[in-house]
């Protein structure tokens, strides 16, 4: 079964608003978690590493307040595209790591009008 | 720094022939991880297989195998027997053996299988 939740699949919305990610841990206690950004036939890019109870540590060239992750608990981690903006359209992954394998959720496509 | 080198932007391979993705790598670490995963198109990341570089036998998984190669820095998968779900875009990727370290990506293989 599913290791990692993440919803929605699919939104859309218009420039200017703001959506927010989630991404559930389901069967471990989390204590970090990652959030990744695919473009179409690219790979993986990683965004930020998502710390429970603590911040976030970004990537190099990640805007920490257009991407706002939130930690709060061992279990879930949400992701905030802030005002986002038609550039913003990607497809959006979290992961978590159980032992030594990194399990994924099924993404998020962001469409932005 | 640590890369991730898969050549093959694209492959093709006939149902139930075997065919082989290449990957390389670079690292000065002595004690790692590395990953096959499978991205078909619904776009959910799945492991296939994995390698601890301390073991010296390569990882199979009934048709994936691996050729872990570790001084050549190689690590290459077998699919046997190729079956049309397999078709898919394929991920290599590495990680040190530090518990909080990233996953590195490559830039992936997009397998065809023809029927």
């Known amino acids: 079964g599913a290791v990692v939740s993440q919803h929605p699949s699919w939104v859309i919305c218009k420039s200017g608003t703001s959506v927010k990610i989630e991404c559930r841990s389901l069967?471990?206690?989390?204590?970090?978690m990652f959030w990744y950004r695919q473009f179409p036939k690219q790979s993986l890019m990683l965004m930020a590493t998502?710390?429970?109870?603590?911040?976030?540590?970004?990537e190099q060239g990640v805007e920490k307040d257009k991407f706002l992750i939130n930690h709060a608990s061992l279990t879930l981690s949400t992701l905030t595209v802030t005002s986002a903006h038609p550039e913003d359209s990607s497809f959006y992954i979290c992961?978590?790591?159980?032992?030594?394998?990194?399990?994924f959720g099924a993404g998020t496509r962001l469409s932005v009008l | 720094a640590q890369t991730v080198t898969q050549s093959q932007p694209e492959m093709s391979v006939q149902e139930a022939e075997t065919v082989t993705l290449s990957c390389t790598y670079d690292?000065?670490?002595?004690?790692?991880?590395l990953f096959w995963y499978k991205q078909p198109p619904s776009r959910q990341m799945i492991l296939v297989i994995r390698?601890?570089?301390?073991?010296?036998q390569n990882a199979t998984e009934n048709r994936f195998s691996v050729n872990f190669q570790k001084a050549a820095k190689s690590f290459s998968l077998k699919i046997s027997d190729s079956q049309l779900g397999d078709a898919a875009m394929y991920f290599c990727?590495?990680?040190?053996?530090?518990?909080?370290?990233?996953?590195?990506f490559g830039k992936g293989t997009r397998l065809h299988i023809l029927p």
């Open positions: 990727a590495y990680r040190t053996a530090n518990r909080d370290d990233k996953i590195i």
């Open positions: 998502s710390n429970e109870g603590s911040k976030a540590t970004y």
């Open positions: 690292t000065s670490e002595s004690d790692y991880y």
């Open positions: 069967d471990f206690q989390a204590t970090t």
């Open positions: 390698q601890e570089a301390y073991k010296q």
């Open positions: 992961s978590l790591r159980g032992g030594n394998i990194q399990y």
